[in-house]
């Protein structure tokens, strides 16, 4: 089964760039669409966006208005998050999660990383 | 937005008990529902997808049903490893969403 590690700063000063990578290894990183999944501080889960490999299409929560870029390079076999403008409010654990959609599998989020929490704070 | 609510928001259960989480969907997701469960400082971990299918290496204790706006997973006889939160999420239309949780404790 696929196994993911996110990395990336674990301070961001307000109106800064967060930016968050996720290692994929053990499967190909063509199979899956992948997400980010952020949860702040003793709150529930909110999913970010996801990008998918076979055509390099994207989607993100409108939440976040147009402050998302999602980006996947093969040949490290790793994705990638941006999140401009941020606010205390971005302050969470961040994870980045594959999910797959065909046959039966109809979009859950079958792996994880193990989180790393992004605080905003000057 | 899919809007996803969760009931009870939290529970008190014995080991041995039968515990059942519902999940209701502001419109209607088809199979399209997930759950997981999550322990402290760990990533949530899939436990049924498409409704009712048991992820690979899920104790058979969890199962889910519903269809539509309606579903719910059911722990058959609580285990002490089984205290957690619980999650359900939608996979049919974007912006995926989440429950706000059902916190499960020991009574």
């Known amino acids: 089964q696929v196994q993911l590690q996110e990395s990336g700063p674990g301070l961001v000063k307000p109106s800064e760039t967060l930016s968050l990578t996720c290692v994929v290894s053990?499967?190909?990183?063509?199979?899956?669409?992948w997400n980010w999944v952020r949860q702040p501080p003793g709150k529930g889960l909110e999913w970010v966006g996801y990008?998918?490999?076979?055509?390099?299409?994207?989607n993100h929560n409108p939440s976040l208005k147009s402050r998302v870029t999602m980006s996947l390079d093969t040949s490290k076999n790793h994705f990638s998050l941006k999140l401009t403008s941020v606010t205390a409010a971005d302050t969470a654990v961040y994870y980045c999660?594959?999910?797959?959609?065909?046959?039966?599998?109809?979009?859950?989020?079958?792996?994880w990383g193990q989180g790393t929490l992004v605080t905003v704070s000057s | 937005d899919i809007q996803m609510t969760q009931s009870p928001s939290s529970l008190s259960a014995s080991v041995g008990d039968r515990v059942t989480i519902t999940c209701r969907s502001s419109?209607?997701?088809?199979?399209?529902l997930n759950w997981y469960q999550q322990k402290p400082g760990k990533a949530p971990k899939l436990l049924i997808y498409?409704?009712?299918r048991l992820q690979s290496g899920v104790p058979s204790r969890f199962s889910g049903s519903g269809f539509g706006t309606d579903f719910t997973l059911t722990i058959s006889s609580l285990q002490p490893e089984d205290f957690a939160v619980y999650y359900c999420?939608?996979?049919?239309?974007?912006?995926?969403?989440f429950g706000q949780g059902t916190k499960v404790d020991i009574k």
């Open positions: 999420q939608q996979s049919y239309s974007p912006p995926w969403t």
């Open positions: 990008i998918y490999n076979n055509d390099g299409g994207t």
């Open positions: 419109q209607s997701t088809n199979r399209y």
């Open positions: 053990g499967d190909s990183i063509s199979s899956y669409y």
């Open positions: 999660a594959g999910s797959l959609r065909d046959g039966y599998d109809l979009g859950q989020f079958v792996s």
């Open positions: 498409a409704a009712s």
